[in-house]
């Protein structure tokens, strides 16, 4: 594809992705929101809440590497257009079921059909952007997922004043169909001559990414850091919200509002910075580095409840936590076009892979503790499954920040090589 400077079908290429990762961020945060409701309805505990919720990261996460392969064989058009058919199938389960059981199957099925929403997103923006754009690109595709995660918040909780937590899934599953669709109609397809290549030559690309050195520098914090971004954001800030600062619904609602508004800001003052960074020659481990660090002060000052307001701090959170819009964007730049769609699901699957152990081990963690008199659980319990969390960041960001042996950014003989074919 030609940059988006010289391509008047760029536009076709991002919006309905873009769409795809605000609804894929929608169903990923919307149980925060709905989950008294899940919990009174369902009867369920903290370790069952958090199960039910993570599901989405756990099939979300076993699709990643397929995805990889698939993506550049196939393009994002076409493979993006099926999974979001399951997603529909799957928000339709949920609003239908009656017991946990379908519940949770449905939730999965959910996590599975919305899994490419964000890399099949990236491969479209390799595919159409100029690489020295890709931050700022990517940052507006971060946006987007915090806006639906806004959508999640404030705008759902008023639709549940008029509207049970099942007509809402299906009102989700008819938008998710609906978006398929424009993506299917919209996008333009995929090349024949770059789609060439057998399984064994994708795979070996796959090898590639997880042989690197400059990726496994990178992956750990930046898992570490999306993953409780995730599981606090989706799920756990509202009930350390209720539980532990004792604040009612509606200021619980106005939140997550505007965490979700910082979301979407920080996604783009981000990639803003990481564009102007990169064009200033800047490493991109420093700015990730500084950034990760400011989300874990921040994680520290909540755990420590500090004398500031508390929204001000739950915004800033929510901001950092979109930091991995620069993880991408170092990758894209190092591994180039052919490998692009390998390396952001093998990040990816990391990703939600930690998202989907911190959602749940959080709920397991806080279930130790015994509930007190009125339902709840002791603040303890919820500090000190936070504060695992946090230590396992801290750890991580201590590998990100010891210097790397030096190692060049793969050229495009050696990408041919891994892929069996041309760049």
Known sequence: MKSVSSNPAAGLVFAPFALGYFLSYLFRTVNAVIAPNLAADLGLSSADLGLLTSAYFLTFALAQVPLGIVLDQYGPRLVQTFLFTLAAIGAAMFALGTSFTTLLVARALIGLGVS??????????????PKERLALVNGCLVMFGGLGAYVAAGPTDALLGEASWREVFLLLAWLTAIIGLMIFVLVPEKPRAQTAG??????????????????????PASSCAIGAAWAIQGLWAGRWLAEVEGLDRATIVSYLSAMSGALAAGALLIGLAGDRLKRAGVNPRYPLAAAFSAFALLQAAILSHVPVPGIALWCGFAAFGSTTVLSYAALG????????????????????GMAFVMQWGIGVLIDRWPVEAGGHHPRIAYEMAFAAVLLAQVMALAWLLIPPRKQPALGAAEVAGAVGVGT
Not at 116 to 129: E, N, Q, S
């Open 198 to 219: 057998s399984l064994a030559d994708a795979l070996a690309g796959l090898r590639t990414v997880y042989r690197d050195g400059h990726f496994w520098r990178i992956a």
């Open 116 to 129: 490419g929403a964000f890399v099949a997103a990236l491969k479209a923006v390799v595919l159409a952007f």
């Open 333 to 352: 730049d190092h591994f180039g076009k052919a490998l692009a769609g390998r390396a952001n699901a093998a990040l990816n699957l990391l990703h939600i």
